[in-house]
């Protein structure tokens, strides 16, 4: 099965400088992974995806993740933190069933925290 | 116009009661979800239905019970609920086949079982 991990439960980052959020995957073939962003209390939203082509895959809000094929890794970054970037950040990958429907399954998360 | 709603948003009930949940997505996908989010902020899906027939079952106990009546609406019921049941139940739509994987998610129906 297709797994996502998440190293940091939290990370902390002062505004205006760059962030990093860490994911790493397993996965067998070709891996369909993505980023979604929740804000307190509200549902998730997705911020960007890779499925094949560029390695830097660029999303909303200015976020952007690098796909490592040798490192099996898909960290998100942002060149310079926002105070309104704090928010719980979730890692994702796509698996398929045998009916051939998708089944996205998500990492545990990271809170990212900008301090002013 | 918001394109996944879900009613209740919040829901406290006693233990044994039974409850139900519902999702509307105007979005025009084939695909709905439930997810349960825990009080860790683990998220693990629950069931998925496309175009009215359910495509994904993940191990849930048989007290829970989806229904999709048309391919815009899915339901949660609930019988019996446990303490363990508390938790923030988001349903989600996406396109069908070929789909891309991209999900949009309702707002959340936090439900507290006392």
């Known amino acids: 099965a297709q797994s996502v991990a998440q190293p940091e439960d939290q990370v902390n980052v002062a505004e205006g400088n760059p962030l990093t959020v860490k994911c790493t995957y397993s996965?067998?073939?070709?891996?369909?992974l993505f980023w979604y962003v929740q804000y307190p209390n509200r549902g998730l939203q997705f911020l960007l995806k890779?499925?094949?082509?560029?390695?830097l895959v660029k999303g909303s809000y200015g976020f952007e993740a690098e796909f490592n094929k040798s490192q099996t890794s898909f960290h998100l970054k942002k060149p310079s933190a926002l105070v309104s970037d704090s928010a719980l950040y979730f890692c994702?990958?796509?698996?398929?069933?045998?009916?051939?429907?998708?089944?996205?399954?998500f990492g545990i998360g990271t809170k990212l925290q900008v301090i002013p | 116009d918001t394109a996944v709603s879900q009613t209740p948003k919040y829901l406290v009930t006693q233990m044994g009661n039974d409850k139900s949940i519902k999702c509307e997505q105007n979005?025009?996908?084939?695909?709905m979800y439930w997810y349960k989010q825990d009080s860790k902020k683990f998220l693990k899906i629950m069931f998925s239905?496309?175009?009215?027939?359910?495509?994904i079952n993940e191990t849930v106990p048989n007290r829970f019970s989806p229904k999709s009546p048309d391919k815009a609406h899915l339901n949660l019921h609930i019988n019996s609920l446990e303490l363990g049941d508390s938790a923030v139940y988001f349903c989600?739509?996406?396109?069908?086949?070929?789909?891309?994987?991209?999900?949009?998610f309702g707002e959340g129906s936090r439900l507290t079982v006392l």
């Open positions: 890779y499925i094949t082509g560029d390695n």
């Open positions: 979005l025009g996908h084939d695909t």
């Open positions: 996965v067998s073939g070709n891996p369909y």
């Open positions: 989600a739509s996406s396109q069908g086949l070929p789909n891309t994987g991209e999900l949009f």
């Open positions: 239905y496309n175009n009215k027939e359910l495509i």
């Open positions: 994702a990958v796509r698996d398929m069933n045998s009916g051939g429907y998708q089944k996205v399954t």
